[in-house]
């Protein structure tokens, strides 16, 4: 009986830890169920959530070459699944040309290097049109070290990229726009360095009202304008007058001197050159014609300009577009000239030493400049001015004008004309000790030059140069000499003393 006990003991023990294992295997399988259905949810939100933060998937079998994408991705593409094979050349012939090797390159250095893959390419779609992919990726690597598959996602970045380049050119035109404002302010802060003769046209003869009638009458257009004139005359400020009354005024009016430069430069300073066009280029440079665009250049002494030159200048006047000095990019700009020489420019023509077209060109609308000795009436206005200026300036107070001093000063010829005058003045204004004006020059009345009709350009020229020498006691140049009387500079006043034979005695 106590056996029996025993076996039924040990029996029903049996039973009761079997129940348990049972019931124990089958909690276990319950919660590995569960544990199961809840990672199979956790991977299915994964997927979705790199399904909604990318514009598709893709798996590349290294060893097959197969490749399969994501539904989404071809739809981006516009392609089906036959017109885009499971291929990894599919991919590759629709790459942008110069996407093809910073790809591959990416590709080579994760597979071989295992550097992170991420590359930006474009990829062209079925309408043609070419977009912008940003793709991440990650191989697996077999026993032997070799890749063995490699899987990534994509995401469509042409919008982004888009508004990249549509920032990139926006910035780029500031700084285009920004280098021609630094541009025309290095100019204007050359040009305020300089004092001009006189602020305004001062006048009331005629002459000079005949001047300003035809100022207004051509301002308001932009048609070119050439002034014509004797040296010292004012053409500058005429053509300063036409572009501060036309609708251009805000703009600076540009000037630039034909004859001050040499000839191997003035290329460069009208039209600009690239990097290395020259010995010395070592950057690109805009021409004046580029800074001046939307505004008024003046060219002065436009009869100095070199003939080899002149085709260039009569092509951005006529069609409004030109090429830097080594370029070969057309600029298109809006620019009026304004050109002004004291030289006879249809004699130039006749000697061949100035194009014809470009002549016609120019003279759509002549504006001559009265020398001063044909317009003595505004001797006196002008004396007043330029007494009160230059004594203002030197600290100086003149007070009167004796009527023997004025008499003489209407009654000289000017060559040098109202620059002549004021040089003049500022001796005067410098010697006179007292409130009157003391004039020192010794200024011969003027006679009558028969023979100046028989004579040639030349001939006439030389002459001219001669007396402003003798004038000057044969001081070429510095403050008073006969360069800053003629308007020339030193080297150009020289060039042509040695080409008339010009010598001091």
């Not at 030289?343 to 130039?348: F, S, V």
């Amino acid at each position: 009986m106590n056996a029996l006990s025993t076996v039924i003991i040990v029996l029903a023990f049996f039973c009761v830890v079997v129940t348990l294992f049972v019931i124990g295997l089958l909690v276990q399988r319950m919660r590995h169920g569960r544990a199961q259905e809840e990672f199979r949810k956790s991977e299915e939100r994964s997927l979705l959530a790199l399904a909604s933060s990318t514009d598709g998937l893709w798996d590349w079998n290294i060893q097959s070459g197969a490749v399969s994408y994501s539904d989404r991705f071809r739809e981006i593409l516009g392609f089906s699944l036959a017109e885009f094979p499971a291929t990894m050349e599919a991919l590759r012939s629709r790459l942008h040309p110069e996407d093809v090797e910073k790809t591959w390159a990416a590709i080579d250095r994760h597979l071989k290097g295992r550097v992170p893959f991420k590359v930006e390419y474009r990829l062209q779609a079925k309408s043609g049109t070419y977009l912008w992919f940003l793709a991440r990726g990650q191989a697996v690597w077999g026993p032997a070290g070799d890749a063995v598959w490699m899987s990534g996602w994509v995401q469509n970045i042409t919008e982004r990229r888009q508004a990249h380049l549509d920032l990139k050119a926006a910035l780029a035109e500031v700084k285009r726009l920004k280098d021609n404002l630094e541009a025309e302010r290095a100019y204007l802060q050359e040009e305020i360095k300089l004092e001009y003769n006189y602020e305004n046209i001062i006048g009331q003869s005629d002459e000079i009202n005949y001047v300003l009638y035809k100022v207004e009458q051509i301002a308001a257009t932009d048609t070119t304008v050439l002034v014509l004139g004797e040296t010292g005359t004012g053409k500058e400020l005429v053509a300063r007058a036409v572009h501060s009354l036309s609708p251009r005024k805000d703009r600076a009016l540009v000037k630039i001197n034909c004859a001050t430069l040499p000839a191997n430069l003035i290329e460069s300073e009208l039209f600009g050159h690239e990097k290395g066009a020259f010995t010395g280029a070592y950057a690109r440079q805009m021409g004046r014609f580029e800074v001046v665009n939307g505004a008024t250049l003046f060219l002065d002494e436009i009869g100095e300009l070199p003939l080899e030159l002149q085709p260039k200048l009569l092509r951005v006047i006529q069609d409004g577009e030109f090429e830097r000095l080594g370029g070969s990019q057309t600029i298109k700009v809006d620019v009026r000239v304004i050109a002004a020489t004291n030289r006879h420019l249809e004699e130039e023509v006749r000697r061949g030493r100035f194009r014809e077209d470009l002549w016609y060109r120019l003279n759509v609308f002549p504006i001559t400049v009265p020398p001063l000795r044909e317009r003595r009436e505004d001797i006196a206005l002008l004396v007043d001015y330029f007494v009160g200026k230059i004594s203002k300036r030197l600290g100086k107070s003149i007070e009167s004008i004796p009527i023997t001093v004025m008499n003489t000063l209407r009654d000289y010829h000017w060559p040098g004309n109202v620059r002549e005058l004021e040089n003049v003045l500022e001796r005067a204004v410098i010697n006179s000790s007292g409130p009157k004006l003391h004039l020192v020059d010794e200024l011969k009345k003027s006679r009558p030059d028969l023979t100046v009709v028989s004579k040639t350009l030349d001939e006439v020229e030389r002459d001219y140069i001669v007396r402003v020498l003798e004038q000057t006691g044969w001081k070429v140049s510095g403050k008073n000499g006969a360069a800053e009387i003629l308007g020339l500079d030193r080297s150009t006043l020289r060039t042509r003393m040695r080409k008339l034979g010009i010598v001091k005695p």
